[in-house]
């Protein structure tokens, strides 16, 4: 009798192993590892050499450029995320906490395209109909080409599929979803896995754009297994807090386009909008206080005004806080140290708080100089003219280097009619605003 298979697969990231493991040699994941039954291990062998075809090696000289057609989703904001709009038979995965407006958008994003004459699907597995119902009549979102799809079962969105043409589906939400050929639970590794690849199966048949609604974990990724994020062609993540009223669409991996686009939204009574004046949306320039700095960010191909905020107060404790908010706290205290030994300033016995306005992260080092500026400004209790930014990067040695992006930056800034920059050297387009040269960290206290 031959010897019964044995395999255990990580529920967090799919690795398959033969032996009972307590923790993932792969994503570092606790007592993840379950047991797979016989037909499970058939659906895990079968959907790894799905896609393994045999093919020839062909010189790349010989291969015929394809040209991606792109269509609008009537919505601005969308578009420049996706890279100038939806591409058929693609995949594209959204992923957000709970309430940031993941359904709202796509159900408005839905009714736009069903608005073109063509055919859209919206299937939910965590809302009946009548509740998307409710959402769309206050989106104004109500039109015949759209169609709602209250089902969970993967093989009924197939046969509706095949029923009439779509050339939109959206699914709500991927965790929702199961096989029935399939045992494990919903949202699991296998099943997850699965029904991705069957998706995109339809997707690339079918010339149909699928959209993916994904819940994250508390640590800000995709709830389930990291797979689906590697099967899908497009992952977007939505930021802010439900709180708020602006949201932030980002691409992190997009094969028809960049990944460095950000969609900025607002939230209002009739749904998520897309936001017309985003320049002034991260600065207050009413009142002159201390701690407050400007800077020019770059998000992509737009270059956005940011309010650095920075608070130094006398620390009580022995071990002084030091904390930021949309800012790298690995980086803070590398600028706190440079201040101590470079200016000479004794920030050891006071807390140091750092803020980004507008819920914005910040991942370049453009914003160096200004968390420097808006730290001195708070300990000396002297305000920064709101007329003046701050950009640079700023080195371990003390130095100010100059970022890329300066001429579109500044121009930005003069639209919004600020009239002094502090930077690393001179721009090589001439500006009418007045310019500032700041090749090292001592001279930004001159400047004050």
């Not at 450029?65 to 420049?80: P, V």
Request: hydrophobic share 40%; proline share 2%; glycine share 8%.
């Amino acid at each position: 009798m031959a010897k019964k298979k044995i395999l255990f697969e990580c529920q967090h990231c799919g690795l398959t192993t033969p032996k009972w493991m307590g923790k993932c040699t792969n994503c570092g994941a606790w007592d993840s590892f379950v047991e797979l039954t016989e037909h499970q291990q058939e659906v895990v062998k079968h959907s790894k050499s799905a896609s393994s075809t045999t093919s020839k090696a062909v010189s790349i000289n010989e291969i015929v450029e394809s040209e991606i057609y792109r269509y609008s989703s009537l919505d601005k904001e969308l578009d420049g995320v996706l890279g100038g709009g939806i591409v058929p038979g693609s995949l594209t995965l959204i992923g957000g906490s709970p309430g940031v407006g993941k359904s709202t958008l796509l159900l408005k994003v839905a009714s736009n395209i069903a608005s073109t004459n063509k055919n859209v699907l919206y299937v939910t597995g965590e809302e009946s109909s009548g509740q998307i119902k409710l959402r769309a009549n206050r989106l104004s979102s109500n039109n015949d080409s759209l169609y709602l799809l209250s089902e969970i079962r993967l093989e009924q969105i197939l046969v509706e599929l095949e029923h009439r043409e779509y050339e939109f589906l959206i699914i709500d939400s991927i965790q929702t979803i199961y096989s029935e050929n399939i045992t494990s639970a919903p949202g699991s590794v296998t099943q997850v896995r699965q029904i991705t690849f069957e998706l995109m199966r339809i997707a690339k048949e079918k010339d149909i754009a699928i959209f993916i609604i994904g819940h994250i974990t508390k640590e800000g990724s995709i709830a389930g297994p990291r797979v689906l994020e590697h099967m899908v062609d497009t992952v977007l993540y939505f930021e802010g807090d439900s709180s708020q009223e602006l949201r932030i669409l980002r691409g992190f991996k997009n094969r028809f386009g960049p990944t460095s686009e950000i969609g900025v939204f607002e939230m209002r009574n009739d749904g998520l909008i897309s936001a017309t004046d985003v320049a002034s949306r991260f600065f207050n320039r009413n009142s002159e206080q201390s701690g407050s700095a400007l800077t020019v960010v770059m998000e992509g191909s737009r270059p956005i005004i940011l309010e650095v905020q920075a608070l130094v107060s006398e620390s009580h404790t022995p071990n002084s806080k030091r904390q930021a908010t949309g800012f790298d706290n690995n980086r803070l205290n590398m600028l706190l140290a440079l201040l101590e030994r470079k200016l000479e300033i004794p920030l050891s016995g006071y807390d140091v708080f750092i803020n980004i306005t507008g819920g914005i992260k910040i991942t370049e080092t453009s914003a160096d100089l200004a968390i420097l500026a808006a730290i001195i400004s708070s300990f000396r209790n002297r305000a920064i003219s709101k007329e003046t930014v701050f950009i640079g990067e700023v080195s371990l040695v003390g130095d100010v280097r100059e970022v890329y992006g300066t001429d579109v930056r500044l121009k930005e800034a003069q639209m919004q009619n600020i009239s002094k920059a502090l930077l690393a050297k001179k721009p090589l387009e001439k500006t009418n605003m007045k310019i500032f040269i700041a090749d090292e960290v001592t001279k930004l206290l001159e400047w004050y």
